[in-house]
């Protein structure tokens, strides 16, 4: 099982996540979200980061220059395409910028998964995270569930990561619902909206590691 924390906005963060176990690390770049970072501020995480997380830059419906400000900047090994990409802007997104895509979708229900196939082709990784509250103005970070069900059985050619409204104390439920291989966190492990904490990090870690009964 791996675990990406997402939303990291400073170097203790960093270090909890490393010394928790986590895989990846996620750098958002969304101007709306309490997770924001700038481009320096980017830069000296990622260092941080580089060598003990893989370094994801979570992006939504950014145009190429930004796009490029980012890879230059934060020099990530993957981007998050957390917006409204459709299939075509994701594989000019692959193509232009020759970086690993993990595109995110949102589900609320079983229909939504029906896009999935047109994405598979183009994008590396797929996540599925909770569709956002009627007006949002972000697609993630809203601490919002699905139904975990909705995935149990299903198989995708690429690989995909659970997201939205995982906690450390439903993580292990929501694994042996969906059947995920990774997963995803970002408010369920927080203090305060952009503050993590370390000692929920690693709770999260640890209880990805024994997912309880899916009956349950």
């Not at 990406?4 to 960093?14: E, L, N, R, Y």
């Not at 459709?86 to 692959?94: D, F, L, Q």
Request: net charge neutral; hydrophobic share 50%.
């Amino acid at each position: 099982m791996a675990v990406k924390i997402c939303g990291m906005t400073g170097p203790d963060a960093v270090d909890a996540a490393v010394n928790a176990g986590a895989v990846y690390g996620g750098l958002v770049f969304h101007p709306k979200s309490p997770r924001f970072v700038t481009l320096e501020q980017a830069r000296m995480l990622a260092e941080r980061m580089r060598g003990r997380l893989k370094i994801v830059a979570l992006i939504a419906d950014m145009d190429d220059a930004g796009i490029d400000a980012v890879v230059k900047g934060a020099r990530p090994d993957f981007l998050q395409l957390h917006g409204n990409e459709a299939v075509k802007r994701t594989a000019e997104i692959r193509r232009r910028f020759g970086l690993p895509v993990i595109k995110a979708l949102p589900v609320a229900e079983a229909s939504d998964l029906d896009a999935v196939a047109g994405y598979e082709e183009f994008a590396d990784m797929l996540m599925f995270d909770a569709r956002p509250p009627k007006g949002a103005e972000r697609a993630g970070g809203h601490g919002a569930a699905f139904d975990w069900k909705l995935l149990a059985g299903r198989s995708f050619t690429r690989p995909w990561f659970l997201a939205g409204g995982l906690t450390p104390d439903n993580v292990a439920r929501a694994i042996a619902l969906s059947g995920a291989g990774l997963v995803d966190v970002s408010s369920g492990v927080e203090s305060a909206p952009g503050i993590k904490d370390a000692a929920r990090i690693a709770a999260f870690i640890n209880a990805t590691k024994s997912p309880a009964p899916a009956s349950t």
